[in-house]
């Protein structure tokens, strides 16, 4: 099955961009979609098809894909930035969806 | 205004049964993707199940053979029939619209806890 790994945590001072990596096998050639989920509620998406945004969401979130690797960046942190990120992927092989390990955004 | 409310979680011992609803508002069940994802405590996001707009569903290999995704156009909504559960099945269980191919997941409900135990 397929496997997404990303970094446990990523830790950034207010002001500074954050980098998140999600990392697959070829990813470059698979749609990457990121959601943003804070304590208690429900995961929101943030970026889809790699680099888009859905209305609402700041353009200091943005997204980028290639090789083996597809990262999420988050300009200008704020502290509501402080979440957990999960990227997805479809899986055209198993039909199946898969989340990565998800990573915990520290705003410092 | 899309709207999914999910319902029928609860306190379960090993090896019942449960099914969880999800009703959608502001859009159509039927013509689109829908998807239950679950998400146990302190963990990550795992999917669990997709139905597609043709009836074509599909199964995580942690549930194939014990859940069953469904749903019923005269309402609106999507089922999750959860069988021979198991303590690790305990988690909250969200259900969401997919969208597209290679879809997005891009609506969610608010989720509803699912815990087995005796």
């Known amino acids: 099955s397929y496997v997404l790994t990303q970094p446990p945590s990523v830790s950034v001072a207010p002001g500074k961009t954050a980098r998140i990596t999600c990392g697959g096998n070829?990813?470059?050639?698979?749609?990457v979609h990121w959601y943003q989920q804070k304590p208690g509620q429900a995961p929101v998406l943030v970026i889809y098809?790699?680099?888009d945004r859905p209305s609402g969401i700041p353009e200091r979130f943005s997204g980028s894909n290639s090789g083996n690797t597809a990262t999420l960046t988050i300009s200008r942190v704020e502290a509501g930035d402080e979440a957990d990120y999960y990227c997805?992927?479809?899986?055209?092989?198993?039909?199946?969806?898969?989340f990565g390990t998800g990573t915990k955004v520290t705003v410092l | 205004e899309v709207q999914l409310v999910e319902s029928g979680g609860g306190l379960i011992q090993p090896g019942g049964s449960l099914r969880l609803s999800c009703a959608a508002s502001?859009?159509?069940?039927?013509?689109?993707?829908m998807s239950w994802v679950r998400q146990a405590p302190g963990k990550g996001l795992e999917w669990v199940s997709v139905?597609?707009?043709?009836?074509?569903?599909y199964y995580a290999d942690s549930v194939k053979g014990r859940f069953t995704i469904s749903r019923d156009n005269s309402k609106n909504t999507l089922y999750l029939q959860m069988n021979s559960l198991r303590a690790e099945d305990t988690a909250v269980y969200y259900c969401?619209?997919?969208?597209?191919?290679?879809?997005?997941?891009?609506?969610w409900g608010q989720g509803t806890l699912v815990t087995v135990s005796s």
């Open positions: 969401a619209r997919v969208v597209g191919a290679e879809g997005h997941l891009d609506y």
């Open positions: 502001g859009f159509t069940v039927s013509r689109n993707y």
């Open positions: 139905i597609y707009s043709g009836g074509s569903t």
């Open positions: 070829n990813i470059g050639i698979k749609s």
């Open positions: 098809y790699d680099s």
């Open positions: 997805q992927v479809w899986d055209s092989s198993s039909d199946h969806y898969v």
